[in-house]
């Protein structure tokens, strides 16, 4: 595979096969997003 078929590829599987980050990325960025929060 050529270096520019693969990087073709790469921008097209990160642009259009891309389903959002990880459960556990998820659960990371709302575990931050709670001890980011100001307390009131």
Known sequence: MSAEAETSGIIRRRLFEWQGPPKD????????????APSC
Do not use: F, N, R, V
């Open 25 to 36: 990325a998820i659960a990371t960025i709302e575990e931050y997003e709670a001890s980011a």
